[in-house]
């Protein structure tokens, strides 16, 4: 109940940082994590934990060598989240920005990344901070790399198509609001 109350806090003080006023729905949990292989994945990072929905199902599936990033923008959540995986290894909670990513990630001895969770509103976020994003991404991931993204519109897909190539689409009508989730690999560096 605690964590529900500081999702809806949270969002009344800055919905275009949090894309919702309730947190996601198992299904829609399913279908987020459906796409990784936790068997190989060496590092996984989650733009916009919030207060750890995903990373509750990405820390129970993953091996415990699996390096985990969890960057979120709200200190607020990142205090909830740093409380609540202390003592993890292997887990990292990072204050920051997504698009900062690549420096978080140099002193854990990560230059490339297997997949990139994210549930970050694209659509209320400054046009040029999700550009940034997105391209930071790219370049993060390795070439077999898979960013899922959650959704609640598709509204920013030839967005996320410029630098990417889509390889699977699902709607997950079991969450409020019902859900997108889009996965995409990085366009080849020739494209």
Known sequence: MLIGMAFLEEFLRNPATVGS???SSRELTDKVTEPIDFATAACIVEYGPGTGVFTDILMARRRPETVLVLIEVSRRFCQLLQERYAGHPNVHVIHGSADQTAQYLRPLGVDKVDYVVSGLPFSSLPRRLGWRILEHTSQLLRPEGRLILFQYSLRNTRLFERFFRPVGQEH????????????????????
Do not use: G, I
């Open 172 to 191: 997950v009508l079991l969450n409020l609001p019902p859900a997108y989730v889009l996965t995409y690999e990085p366009k080849p560096a020739d494209s």
């Open 21 to 23: 006023m309730v947190p």
